[in-house]
Nanobody, 115 residues
């Protein structure tokens, strides 16, 4: 059974930084893409950043230049380095991994940015 576990959320002041981690386990197959999504209160879940098995990345416009996604294939882990955080980045951040065309989600980690 595939498990996806996020960590690293918390409370930070505007302008600060946080690093999120997400580890996937329990699969005998290689992970395709890994990505971070977020959902703020009253809003739909949105893509933040995604990285393919080959290392190609894509970012939501509002985070490009501030956030960096990376992955360690040996550890089946994806990271999200978040800098210059803004109050509007406040949300629950979810990790999603795709393995053999099936998607698996983590439980989410809260990120709160105070002004």
């Amino acid at each position: 059974q595939v498990q996806v576990l996020e960590s690293g959320g918390g409370l930070v002041q505007a302008g600060g930084s946080l690093r999120l981690s997400c580890a996937a386990s329990g699969s005998a197959y290689s992970i395709n893409s890994m990505g971070w999504y977020r959902q703020a209160p009253g809003k739909q879940r949105e893509l933040v950043a995604v990285i393919t098995s080959g290392g190609s990345t894509n970012y939501e416009d509002s985070v490009r230049g501030r956030f960096t996604i990376s992955r360690d294939n040996a550890k089946n882990t994806v990271y999200l380095e978040m800098n210059s955080l803004k109050p509007e980045d406040t949300a629950v951040y979810y990790c999603k991994v795709i393995i053999t065309f099936r998607q698996y989600w983590g439980q989410g980690t809260q990120v709160t940015v105070s002004s």
